[in-house]
DNA sequence: CTGAAAGCGCTTACAG
DNA sequence: CTGAAAGCGCTTACAG
């Protein structure tokens, strides 16, 4: 059994509060009795009780990261999704920078989840689902928290770092038509985010302005470069028109028609374009490469923490809520000769 | 002000026993009074506090990693250091898969810790230092904890997964050799770590072996590729005879090195071969790519969180204390035509 | 300078 | 079926 300040007093002859007060700098205690107290507490193996400590004031000082689409991937390795990763370790390292720490937790609304998940001071919750379970559960009990991107069902409702899906959208589409695309395609995820919501509908509009007929599909998150042949065959199976440039939101995606195409003969970037609204490791490495949106999660996950820290404080937050603007990697697969 | 379990009660008019015991399903309570309390509960916004709960059997379901070499770095982005973000992230989901959260957290004994720091039920810490002080700690405090790779100073004290050090270090030097070098250099980190340590006697014993007279070098970890032209400078810069081969621990390092010595006109891998004892993510983009170790942090955290668990749990680990073995990701920099 | 008491927000025997 | 009481391990007025 792990010594309680009670043992310390004991050992020491003394009350609880003299321990409390002797170890703690507080109050005002002969410094011999300090001492004494300091060898004894030393002597059993005393360790103040955090949880005890964080009862009076109900804070621990910690933040959590849930990542809603991580239920939606296989992997959180940077094989994977580099994203995801990306974000978590700067999200750790700012938290650690302002005095937190942080944990990556899952659904904290389901019935099995540790304590831990519920005892966090503040949290911050990317790509956010519609109506979201979690947001609402944090919502009704008033815990604090931001989320990253909004809910499609409920925008503006919470404190929210606004992404820029549509202007990013537009950012790969303008790149795809200067490349030379004429006939460009979508490729989305299935999951019901704002991401995959906001995108499509920044192409449509799109096509709309330039006349061009909408083409595009849907292909799970979940499967990654899986979907590749499946893609392949949803854009170039059937006789007809084909696109000659293609939008891919998630790297894998990417990555995954990158090599499917190819392996139909057809030369990428010269007979088709293709650019991704996020990056993912292999598409750096690829041959070939494959231009890719830099969604800067490291400047996202600082300012996500910077938020859920004054709302943990109970402080309000403070300057524009909104994430870095991303920047296109243009790599072999939309630069033509 | 939160509401608590008693504002609950009293709402309710019960006692706050009848509402723990309806709102967690123990005890026996009326079917009707249930209702009206979870009614009443989800009015006001009651949310148990986990922290008043962990108070009871002193759990929080929290394990926390320790990243040591951090406090050498500049940056944990996968720019930086690939190593740790994987292992960061791999950590964090294995745990989420054992039903806890991890956390990431700087050096607990620091006096200006967040409480969370002290909070976790098990610690993880990676290549601790010499008479590291956070072992020291948790080891005084008997709380749990495992080590990856073992105080230098004070091996197979505590419990830790034994790392392969040495014979990693010759997996890449035997490769080096067999792949043309005959006049092998070795580049370490500063860090009193194990790691070092053992590559760096490992190195002295295969020289002795083969009768090579050794070349070694270190650099601090903490300046990454910046220490390139500085380690040329070291290998290349005086007259007389120069390695023909330099085994980086580090893959920052690697790439610096790979860099600065192209800028000499040193052909790598004609005539130079350059290898790195783990790897970073320019490593594999860089011209030449670099032949570097897989450390396999995936499998290496897994391991670690499965101990930890079992630590927490008050159970004894289970299984041989080990990590993984490295395997040899061979790449341009070591394969001569 | 020291300590008894109350309290942080829960849970859990135990008694009614 | 319900509740008063004790307790988890601390801290903090407050009284001596």
Redesign the interface.
Known sequence: M?PTIKDVAKAAGVSPTTVSHALNGKGVVRRETVERIERIA?EV???????????QN?????L?LVIRPLHSLDT???EGV?Y???M???A??AA?DR????????DPTRP?A??????ADAYIVTEPFENDPVLSMLS????PFVSVGSDPARPGQFFELATRDWEEALLVLDHLAAAGGTRVALLTGTDQNAWNRESQDAYLDWCARRGQTPDLAAFPEVEGEGVGEAAAERFFGAAGTHPDAVFCLTGRHAAGLNAAVAARGIRVPEELLIAAGSGA?QN??SKPSVTTLDLHP?GIAARAVEVAVLLAEGRPPEGPLEVPTATLDIRESTTRA
């Open positions: 792990r030393a193996g005393y360790r103040p009780s955090a949880i005890a400590r964080g009862l109900s804070r621990l000082g910690l959590a959180f390795l940077p580099d995801f990763l990306r978590a370790g700067a750790s390292l650690l005095g937190y720490s942080l944990m990556l937790i899952d099995d540790p304590l831990s998940a519920t005892a009704e009990r008033n815990i490791i750096r490495m490291e």
